[in-house]
């Protein structure tokens, strides 16, 4: 097994200045930073990441390999976010996928920005946001349904930079010939369900970087509410040769604002029926605030309720026994 075909694009979407996006394409490894802070902060953020994975370079090592190589984007982000008070408090997401020799291909993550895998005709999402309504969801207390236009669908509950130390999820696919992956930031995930994904995936898949460029068209057509970046790459028959194969083809293409309203693309205002509530700037939450989020979202639990209002009455019912109790007294003295 080994690299097929590779494809990657980023654009700003429709409402945001900026791409706080960042991204790495450099075969075997592959990367989305999807950065947050104030002024330019999460473009410094996500940058800074990328730039630490380009530096590691991809090696080899399975999970403990890709979580290392994340912890060090880590320190840096972190280091610089502690160091200078123009970028203090920025983070990111990271999502990352290296090819490993053996054929298996192994995923390490932090935040919301997802790997999909597309295996024969379906489409899995392999990641589990750190999110706030990912989180809700996980515990039962928010359909996947209404997450998807939950205004604080933004909130992730883990980001790269906000601390000297994270904790950085990664597990290991076993690839198939044919297999396409597919990292995202948000803006595609956000503004494109999974049925969407899998459908234009399915209709492109001979030529993935019209796949990358149909997958962000729909983005915008759904609104562009952030910015959108996608990287897609396949897995065929063979053994790496350290080349990659002939037929690879990168494409990276950063569209300014105005590619992104060109007629050509056929970007089209969103329906109205189809406009949801914007969500906030990412932000995270640390793992203590993350209770409190939660409880601020879910209302209380009916019996809980019940049971706090008749324990009320028993204490107000206990008052009143008492006081009946001491006014007979004084009467009867
Ligand atoms: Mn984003």
Not at 57 to 66: F, N, R, T
């Amino acid at each position: 097994m080994k690299l097929g075909r590779y494809a990657a694009r980023t654009d700003p979407g429709r409402k945001r200045r900026g791409n706080e996006d960042s991204y790495v394409s450099r075969p075997p490894l592959f990367a989305i930073a999807d950065g947050m802070g104030g002024a330019r902060a999460g473009e410094v953020a996500s940058a800074l990441a990328a730039g630490a994975l380009e530096e590691s370079g991809a090696g080899q090592g399975g999970e403990a390999h890709v979580v290392e190589l994340i912890q060090e984007a880590n320190r840096r982000v972190h280091e610089r976010a502690s160091t200078d008070a123009e970028t203090s408090g920025m983070g990111t997401t990271i999502t990352v996928a290296l090819i490993e020799d053996d054929g298996s291909v192994t995923v390490g993550h932090v935040g919301d920005s997802r790997a999909y895998l597309l295996r024969g005709e379906r489409l899995e999402q392999l990641t589990d946001d750190h999110s706030l309504v990912a989180e809700l969801v996980r515990r039962g207390e928010l359909s996947p349904q209404a997450a998807e236009v939950h205004p604080q669908r933004s909130v992730i509950t883990r980001a790269l930079g906000t601390d000297a130390d994270v904790d950085v999820d990664a597990f290991s696919v076993a690839a198939e010939p044919g297999d396409v992956f597919l990292i995202c930031s948000d803006g595609l995930s956000d503004m494109v369900d999974g049925e969407q994904i899998e459908a234009i995936m399915n209709t492109h898949r001979s030529d993935l970087d019209a796949a990358a460029k149909a997958l962000v068209q729909a983005a915008n057509r759904a609104g562009g509410e952030d910015n959108i970046t996608a990287i897609l790459f396949d897995l065929v028959d063979g053994v790496p040769s350290g080349e990659p194969d002939e037929r690879t083809k990168e494409i990276a293409v950063a569209l300014d604002e105005e590619d992104t309203l060109h007629p050509e693309d056929g970007v089209l205002p969103p329906p109205a029926a189809e406009q949801v509530a914007a969500p906030a700037d990412t932000m995270v939450v640390g793992a203590a605030d993350l209770e409190a989020a939660i409880a601020a979202q879910s209302p209380e639990p009916p019996q809980a309720g019940i049971g706090r209002r008749l324990l009320a009455l028993a204490v107000i019912a206990a008052l009143i026994a008492v006081i009946v109790a001491l006014v007979w007294w004084g009467l009867a003295r």
